[in-house]
């Protein structure tokens, strides 16, 4: 039971959690833990359990993504990396050759994501910033394999298109997620994903798949997109 | 003859290009945090400045640099221009074998440990920075003072209903808490004195009363061991509230310190809380007046917006003396005046500081005006069918 794109790949499989199977990831750096994940044994490595309530990602891989879009030795860009959750398994999976740039700007979680995740883990950079302003991390990211974003604001799709054009390669991947109440709590959430979409498009992408992330989260949906060359 | 040139910063030092290709020289920087954290504010460090100076020394000009170092170089009079965006791209996109070309790090590995390292430690750098604001000292107090209260809220009823199977009656003579707790310390209530009350700062008819009281009580007795647990939670109340006392001073001074005109529009510790409910003095100083107005009533707002039913009048701030002793009708006017001079008010505590005596004043004497002018209670609402409404409610908006 594994998505197509990471057959073969180790560092991902799916393991029994209670009555679910959850996907666990190949510990990167062994013996440490990054929110209190459960931990499982596999082939005589250290796998962390994912769990879909805390992450969106694996939410997302729960309810049908068809494929994660990044491996070993992937370059991620991630905004609104929070404490690290996510970020954490990303890290797992794109190994040592890879890189995530993780930027978060609360700097109470920032703390966390720094003291949790990024110190432990060489293949995460940190960046205490703005994600509204992406020239000013200019320093720090080169081009990435995929951009993924969880910035719950009412224009984080305009800010993760401006992320984009900075910042994606060509071909590159988007992950969006959409918590609909925070871009306007009025308008029926179908019809905002829907809106959002749009936008996407329309600033030069495909839509991949649209997942409704119920019931791990309510009225959240995860937008995956491509850059066209 | 002068060669135009490009400059390219890394983490780990900075580069100089001639014709888009050629690395003419490179500099790797000796303390890359103090220099990485001037670049990112748009600023040059020494390192970054001595090295374009030499170039432009040397004859290379005009130097393209990245379009946020402009300012920083233009200022001391250097030939500079911006890098194309594409050439920037391709430079940023081939960042580390640059860096392995000019010599900055030996392997792609060094290069991405100097990338992180230098990350790591100015995310650091920049928690330490947003931490140490006074603000965040005042949200703390003002967060810890209200749990404090509730607490000692608690406590207080607590040792009321307990000490007042012995003792029922002594409720009525004293309201406040501090001295009721002091009574129960002095233990069972046929043994106080006039003495003893008049010590814990009581009036002597207020004593004699007590004392009266006691005479004729009704309650029960009261083993010595009840009593001396009572005791206990009795001190425990009294030391909680010497604690609220303490924080409620210090919130009042800090904020007199940090925010003078928001202390003497909203009240301090009311302004502390409209602090702490936006996140920082700045985020309040950026908010318009009808969201300081509502602040704090989030959660019946989005309602309003969700169903069309009314929209809160007031937030945090039904708890500033004006607005919860108006009457009903005219809380929602008074909470918009005061929260419109909060919001100036906050203007100026967090950009320009010092305290604007004209505020508080203008303030009063427009609720001064409110007051001479009363209104009278309107007739009460008629519900629109529920269907209808979220559309009439648009419109009025």
């Not at chain 1, 994660?68 to 990396?81: A, E, N, T």
């Not at chain 1, 988007?174 to 994903?193: C, F, G, R």
């Not at chain 2, 107090?141 to 003792?167: C, I, M, P």
């Not at chain 2, 005006?369 to 009278?376: G, I, Q, V």
Request: include cysteine.
């Amino acid at each position: 039971m594994k998505t197509e794109e990471n057959v073969g790949d180790q560092s991902i499989i799916w393991a029994q959690s209670g009555r679910e199977k959850w996907p666990a990831t190949l510990n990167l750096v062994p013996g440490i833990y990054a929110y209190g994940e459960k931990v499982v044994k596999h082939d005589g490595s250290e796998y962390r359990v994912w769990n879909p309530f805390r992450s969106k990602l694996a939410a997302a891989l729960l309810n049908g993504l068809k494929r994660l879009p990044f491996r070993k030795g992937s370059s991620i860009l991630y905004l609104g990396v929070s404490t690290g959750t996510t970020a954490s398994h990303i890290s797992d999976i794109i190994g040592e050759e890879g890189v995530l740039y993780g930027v978060e700007f609360a700097p109470r979680v920032a703390r966390e994501f720094v003291e949790n995740i990024a110190r432990h883990r060489l293949n995460v950079v940190p960046i205490v910033d703005d994600a509204r302003h992406p020239e000013r991390y200019g320093l720090v990211a080169s081009r990435v394999d995929l951009v993924y974003v969880d910035i719950a604001q009412p224009d984080q799709t305009e800010i993760a298109v401006r992320n984009c054009i900075s910042y994606l390669k060509a071909n590159g991947d988007l992950l969006l997620v959409v918590k609909a109440p925070s871009i306007d709590v009025t308008k029926n959430p179908q019809e905002i994903v829907e809106n959002e979409s749009e936008k996407i498009v329309e600033s030069g992408f495909h839509i991949l798949q649209i997942i409704k992330l119920e019931p791990f989260d309510s009225a959240h949906w995860l937008i995956h997109a491509k850059k066209k060359g | 003859m002068s060669v135009k040139g490009t400059l390219f910063t890394t983490e780990a030092g900075c580069i100089l290009l001639e014709d888009h290709e050629t690395i003419v020289s490179s500099r790797k920087f000796e303390k890359p945090l103090e220099e990485f954290t001037a670049i990112s504010k748009g600023e040059a460090g020494p390192e970054l400045a001595a090295f374009v100076k030499e170039a432009v020394a040397s004859g290379v000009a005009p130097i393209s640099v990245e379009s946020t170092m402009i300012g920083a170089f233009a200022s001391w009079g250097l030939p500079v221009e911006q890098t194309e965006d594409s050439f920037l791209d391709k430079l940023r996109s081939d960042k580390t074998g640059l860096m392995i070309r000019a010599g900055l790090v030996s392997s792609e590995a060094e290069a991405r440990e100097a990338v992180r390292k230098v990350a790591l430690a100015a995310a650091e750098a920049k928690i330490r920075e947003m931490s140490t604001s006074v603000d965040l000292q005042v949200i703390q107090s003002v967060q810890a003072l209200d749990e404090v209260d509730k607490t000692v809220n608690g406590f207080a009823s607590r040792l009321k209903e307990w000490y007042g199977l012995h003792f029922p009656e002594l409720g009525a003579y004293t309201s406040e808490t501090s001295t009721y707790a002091k009574i129960v310390l002095a233990g069972d209530r046929n043994s106080l004195t006039v003495d003893q009350l008049k010590e814990m700062g009581l009036a002597e008819d207020r004593a004699e009363k007590i004392l009266s009281a006691a005479a004729r009580s009704k309650g029960g007795a009261i083993r010595p061991e009840d009593l001396a647990v009572t005791k206990k939670l009795a001190e425990e109340v009294l030391r909680l509230d010497s604690l609220r006392v303490n924080l409620a001073s210090h919130v009042e001074s800090t904020m007199l310190k940090m925010a003078p005109n928001i202390s003497s529009t909203a009240g301090a510790t009311v302004g502390a809380r409209l602090i702490a409910k936006s996140g920082s003095l700045a985020r309040l100083a950026q908010m318009p007046a009808s969201t300081i107005q509502i602040l704090g009533a989030e959660k019946a707002l989005f309602r309003a917006m969700k169903t069309g039913s009314r929209p809160p009048k007031h937030g945090i701030l039904f708890q500033h003396p004006d607005v919860h002793s108006a009457v009903k009708w005219e809380r929602g006017r008074v909470a918009r005046v005061i929260a419109g001079k909060i919001a100036i008010a906050a203007r100026i505590d967090a950009y320009r500081g010092g305290e604007e005596s004209n505020l508080a004043e203008a303030l009063k004497r427009r609720l001064q005006e409110l007051k001479s002018k009363p209104r009278k209670e309107p007739p009460p609402k008629t519900e629109e069918p529920r269907r209808n409404r979220r559309e009439n409610r648009r419109k009025r908006w």
